[in-house]
């Protein structure tokens, strides 16, 4: 059983920077395409950014284009989203999700794997 498990979220001011790790164990982390959601109170979780296992091509929302990085460390079984220039509408549990299809989609329903989520507060 696939088990993703998430670090890196907390308190950071409008402007500031954060990075997030999503640890896997329990699978073939190489043939797993990563992927980071987001959930705000009220809202519907949305898409942030994704890596695919093969080739290894990232992807990532229109909303945060420019401020984000997805990678992934083969021989860490980790995968990390670093983001930048944060908002306060940004403020959102943070879910690390998997799947064994190869390419990044933007829909969760793609991803079974899923983490317990992180909580990041961005302050205006």
């Known amino acids: 059983q696939v088990q993703l498990v998430e670090s890196g979220g907390g308190l950071v001011q409008s402007g500031g920077s954060l990075r997030l790790s999503c640890s896997v164990s329990?699978?073939?982390?190489?043939?797993?395409?990563m992927a980071w959601f987001r959930q705000a109170p009220g809202k519907e979780r949305e898409f942030v950014a994704g890596?695919?296992?093969?080739?290894?091509?990232?992807a990532n929302a229109d909303s945060v284009a420019g401020r984000v990085t997805m990678s992934r460390d083969k021989d860490k079984s980790t995968a990390c989203l670093q983001m930048t220039r944060l908002k306060a509408e940004e403020t959102a549990v943070y879910y690390c999700?998997?799947?064994?299809?190869?390419?990044?989609?933007?829909?969760?329903?793609?991803?079974?794997?899923w983490g317990q989520g992180t909580q990041v507060t961005v302050s205006s």
């Open positions: 999700a998997a799947t064994e299809i190869v390419a990044v989609h933007t829909s969760a329903d793609r991803y079974n794997y």
């Open positions: 329990g699978g073939t982390f190489s043939y797993l395409t």
């Open positions: 890596i695919s296992w093969f080739p290894g091509r990232s």
